[in-house]
């Protein structure tokens, strides 16, 4: 059974994208686009965001972090200088824990507002 939501969750992973070249900061301080599963369970929701090093340079395109998000507080729970598919596969164990515990969790990408737009 739990082969089969490893295999759901990567082909999820594989249809959103994650990994493909999302940055980690952006110099003017604007939020960086990043990978995410939103998870949620009646009222409650989780977030598992997914966040790779500044895309220009090669060794900090590897760079990563996972940001767990729960009743408001972030915390970061793996960073990796290197393998960004470390933080991949973190993330993917934690939103496998999540849904085994009856969370709904669906992925999606989060791009910085675009230059000029008025929030």
């Known amino acids: 059974m739990k082969i089969g939501r490893y295999a759901r969750i990567s082909t999820v992973l594989a249809l959103a994208g994650i990994g493909a070249g999302a940055g980690a900061g952006t110099a003017s ?17 989780r977030l598992v965001s997914i ?5 220009g340079d090669d060794a900090a395109s ?27 596969a973190k993330a993917v164990a934690l939103v496998t824990t999540l849904t085994d ?15 000029g737009s008025v929030e």
Request: with cysteine; charged share 20%.
């Open 29 to 45: 301080g604007q939020p960086a686009p990043h990978e995410q599963f939103i998870c949620t369970f009646g009222s409650e929701q």
């Open 51 to 55: 966040y790779r090093g500044a895309s």
């Open 62 to 88: 590897s760079a990563c972090r996972v940001d767990y998000t729960k009743q408001g507080a972030t915390k970061t729970l793996w960073t990796s200088n290197k393998d960004y598919a470390y933080c991949v």
């Open 101 to 115: 515990g009856h969370y709904s969790c669906k992925p999606e990408t989060v791009e910085p507002p675009k230059a």
